[in-house]
């Protein structure tokens, strides 16, 4: 039977912290005080459960 998961390559480390980087300046420049810190705290989260997610043996 065949997987019908097909793996991308992936995109290497360097890119997803600029991306990441790159939405916390967004989130910090753009609002204010308790939604950038907010904000941080939940794209942490997301960044890490997709990272585990794609790391996982």
């Known amino acids: 039977m065949e997987n019908s998961h097909s793996h ?31 904000g941080t705290i939940l794209e942490g989260v997301v960044f890490a459960v997709a990272y585990d997610a794609e790391h996982e043996h």
């Open 8 to 38: 991308s390559s992936d995109l290497p480390n360097w890119v997803l912290v600029a991306t990441f980087v790159f939405f916390l300046f967004i989130l910090w420049y753009f609002t204010d005080t308790f939604t950038a810190v907010l």
